[in-house]
């Protein structure tokens, strides 16, 4: 399944199978070929060499890497040293192979004797050449590329190192103030912490939905046994979850919101409502608390929580999915939004 966390590519062929590096790859032919066609001397019309040249150049390069493509499982193994000198091996034996086509297919279609061309050898010392400078653009990208990915990693393990204490000192200030009032009810608030701190230091970085509504669960559990009559809890969930994957403790941090700036600010309490929606294209879910007018005016606390849970969830969708916010008078609402991925599942009939 995947993590919340973008892996880096373990090999610089994992690059190049991705559309940019081809497409690249396809442009620098094309510049190759205006180069030679440049280079030629006046009496030759560049505009025809450059169209030959250029379907030479791009049928050499699409044959190495398609050759490349069906030993991808055995390169795997190899170190990006000996990875490097089969390419270049394969562009230039690619290379050799359309040159002698070409030269085959031009003496067929072209009668009588023809001007003595580019050799064999020439061809592949030049592909050689040219070879070795768009292995170094590529070793390049591939490093910018891993660095990247690097830093957004280090970041939103960052925003996670900040949001674990958060949430773990909240919980313990809430614990220690229920066993003192209610001993009988300590079993179950440790059990629910147990449960709740597994998943904050040690749990996985992503976890099905199911698993992660059952953790905001167990917190309201806990804040119902703190704050009693005065906080209300509503679900409306499917009858059956769909089976995406979230980030671990992505729901309890809004959930933990509205309980904070909602329900706690209110002397009189107020409602908390969860609410799951799925349809073709994904899962809503929206966490939403009443808003009293007594409470007086709304603060925006340090939006550690929210920028954390919005860094993750786009991390972990590519930036399709994300946290938006929705203020009215009644009612603030966070609404967290994944993406089905291709394949996934349906629509889901709530209860």
Not at 255 to 282: L, T
């Amino acid at each position: 399944m995947p993590g919340s966390r973008p892996a880096p590519p373990s090999s610089p062929l994992d690059a190049l199978w991705q559309a940019p590096a081809i497409s690249w790859t396809v442009v620098g032919g094309m510049g190759v070929a205006a180069v030679l066609a440049i280079a030629q001397p006046g009496w030759t019309d560049r505009w025809v060499y450059f169209g030959l040249a250029c379907l030479i150049i791009q049928w050499t390069l699409l044959l190495a890497l398609g050759g490349l493509y069906l030993v991808r499982g055995a390169l795997a193994r190899l170190r990006p040293l000996h990875v490097a000198g089969l390419a270049l091996l394969a562009l230039v034996a690619s290379s050799s192979l359309v040159h002698v086509l070409a030269q085959g297919m031009v003496s067929v279609m072209v009668p009588g004797p023809l001007a003595p061309g580019w050799s064999t050898l020439r061809v592949a010392g030049l592909t050689l050449c040219v070879g070795l400078m768009g292995l170094a653009v590529f070793y390049n990208h591939w490093r910018a590329t891993q660095l990247a990915v690097r830093a957004k990693q280090a970041q939103l393990e960052s925003l996670q190192a900040r949001i674990r204490p958060h949430f773990l000192f909240n919980t313990l200030n809430t614990g220690v103030a229920l066993v003192r009032q209610r001993p009988g009810e300590a079993e179950r608030l440790l059990l629910d912490l147990a449960d709740l701190f597994r998943a904050a230091l040690a749990g996985p970085p992503t976890i099905s939905l199911e698993d992660e509504l059952a953790l905001a669960r167990r917190y309201l559990e806990i804040e119902q046994l703190r704050f009693g009559p005065r906080l209300r809890v509503a679900w409306k969930v499917p009858d059956r979850l769909p089976e995406v994957q979230i980030p671990t403790l992505s729901v309890q941090p809004l959930v933990e919101n509205a309980i904070r700036h909602g329900i706690e600010r209110s002397p009189e309490g107020g409602e908390v409502r969860i609410e799951v929606e799925a349809d073709h294209a994904g899962v809503r879910i929206a966490i939403s608390n009443s808003v009293s007018m007594r409470a007086g005016p709304p603060t925006r606390g340090h939006q550690v929580g929210l920028s954390a849970v919005r860094a993750r969830v786009q991390a972990l969708t590519g930036n399709r999915g994300g946290v938006e916010i929705e203020s009215t008078l009644e009612r603030h609402v966070a609404i967290l939004s994944l993406p089905f991925p291709a394949g996934g599942a349906g629509q889901a009939t709530t209860r």
